[in-house]
Each structure stands twice: as structure tokens, then as C-alpha cells.
């Protein structure tokens, strides 16, 4: 495990393509319609770094699996519905309402050397420290379920995950868009938020203000990662659907292919950083 800080210490030479995907629940289903568009324009990240749902793809993608691949996993109800990750626990006994018991086993599943350093492509992970308050970034171990899982701990959702009396949970509570640890390996850095700051015009219910008080929350905590990044790109799915919103899978999926076509027509340098 290596946090953040320790990353700045003797940066090698910039070569890398950076690409980072922020949380974003079933919203991040767009980054897979994303890495697809990038793939049509021969676009190929070396260097992959992501918060919660972002975490999730983005292990999936540096692994080897193709955003076709993804897709088709989701269909077969892999990297589906939340309710079909989660293994209920007794809230009084534990720090979240379920487990991490089927995430882990699933990664397990599908990457079972889990181990960083065989991964295809690096691989940094964002998880939020809740000892510090401090967000840190894991890229090496061979623990690899254990820090996906972490990203992805939703608060009071799913346990915290403890490692040496350090409890972690979602990397999207402290910073939503990590892009800071691909700066002393990457030239260029391509970013991908699905939770762009689109604020609600009606709020009718509490569930509506509390969305709309954690998706303020994970815009400003993103702010230096955008800045770094040197494109950013903002699938609009948040405008139709929610982060809860697992059925609509295909659709986001499509919300993501379509805002990065039409990104990489509008910003045709990008063509320039093909691997």
C-alpha cells in the first residue's frame, strides 16, 4: 500500500496516459461507454486511477478485461444491482449494513492472481481514511479485492474495511476524482466524471436533498483533480438517472459512448495522445 505523498518522492519521466473515473454509483456505468469511444479513436490509457464505482471499472479495464467484456458481465448480473453485491449483516453489530463478502469474491473470480503488480495496466485506488480524515491511494499488495472493496464501501452501506486498525470506506467521500497520483507518471490525463455539479431544481422529498448534499460535496472535493486532468469529460446521465439507478445500465452505458464521441469530435487534440 503507498499513500499519496510518497508518490511525489523521485517522479520518473512523464510517458504515460492517465486516465481517471470518478465514483459515482450507477452513474459509472458511463465510464464503460467511455473506454469504448476511446477505443474506437485508438485511444489506450497506460495508467488508470478511480474513486468507488470508478475503482471498480477502472480495476476491471487494467486487468484486461475490454469494455465489451464489461458490458456483457453486467448483463449476466455481474457488476449489477447493488442489492445483488451486498450480504446483510445485523446493523448493530458491524460498521456497515452488509458486507463485502460477494464484491470480494467476485474480483477474486475474475482477477485471481489479485495482485497489483499483475495487472496489465498501473492501477492507483482511492480510499478514504476515516482515522485521518485523509484520502489515500493504494497501487501495489496483493490484496487487491480488499482496496476495491474499500473505494467502493458506501458509509453506513457497506463495513468499513480495516487494515492494521485503519478503517477505510469509499474514496469518493474525500476525493471523487484522483487524478493527483497520476501526475508524476502521466503527460496527459483524461478524466471522466459522471457527477458533474448538476443541481436539482425541485427538491420534494428529504432523499432529494441528502442526493444533492453528497453530489455538492464530491464536486468540490473533485475540483483539484479536474484541474490536472487535461480533458474532462461529463457523461449527462445524472440528468436522467440516479446512482441508484442499476436497471438503466445500458442506457448510462450509452450517455457515456455518446458525451465522449462527441468530446473527442469537439477536441480532436486528443487524438494526439493515442498510445
Not at 152 to 171: M, R, T
Not at 258 to 274: C, D, G, H, Q, W
Amino acid at each position: 500500500m503507498k499513500i499519496i505523498k510518497d508518490l511525489f518522492c523521485s517522479p520518473p519521466a512523464k510517458s504515460g496516459l492517465g486516465l481517471c473515473l470518478s465514483g459515482g454509483g450507477a452513474l459509472g456505468f458511463a465510464h464503460i461507454g467511455v473506454l469504448q469511444s476511446l477505443e474506437d479513436h485508438g485511444i489506450y490509457p497506460t495508467h488508470i486511477a478511480g474513486s468507488s464505482m470508478g475503482a471498480i471499472v477502472g480495476t476491471m479495464y487494467a486487468a484486461g478485461y475490454s469494455p465489451a467484456e464489461m458490458l456483457q458481465m453486467i448483463k449476466e448480473d455481474k457488476l449489477y444491482k447493488i442489492t445483488k453485491l451486498m450480504t446483510f449483516r445485523s446493523p448493530l453489530l458491524r460498521s456497515g449494513l452488509s458486507t463485502h463478502a460477494i464484491l470480494r469474491s467476485l474480483i477474486l473470480e475474475l482477477i485471481p492472481h489479485n495482485s497489483f503488480e499483475q495487472l496489465k495496466k498501473k492501477l492507483y485506488i482511492c480510499v478514504a481514511n476515516l482515522n485521518d480524515a485523509e484520502w489515500e491511494i493504494v497501487d501495489s499488495g496483493a490484496e487487491l479485492d480488499k482496496w476495491v472493496a474499500a473505494s467502493s464501501s458506501i458509509p453506513g452501506v457497506f463495513e468499513a474495511v480495516k487494515d492494521n486498525d485503519v478503517y477505510y470506506v469509499d474514496g469518493g467521500l474525500l476525493n471523487n476524482l484522483p487524478a493527483q497520483c497520476l501526475v508524476p507518471f502521466c503527460s496527459t490525463i483524461i478524466g471522466v466524471d459522471v457527477l458533474p455539479n448538476k443541481v436539482a431544481t425541485q427538491l420534494k422529498k428529504p432523499i432529494d436533498t441528502l442526493v444533492c448534499a453528497v453530489r455538492a460535496m464530491q464536486h468540490q472535493n473533485s475540483q483539484e483533480g479536474r484541474k490536472l486532468c487535461r480533458f474532462v469529460i461529463e457523461p449527462n446521465a445524472v440528468e436522467e438517472f440516479h446512482e441508484f439507478s442499476f436497471d438503466a445500465y445500458q442506457t448510462i452505458y450509452q450517455h457515456g459512448y455518446s458525451a465522449a464521441t462527441k468530446f473527442i469530435a469537439e477536441n480532436p487534440e486528443m487524438l494526439k495522445v493515442r498510445k
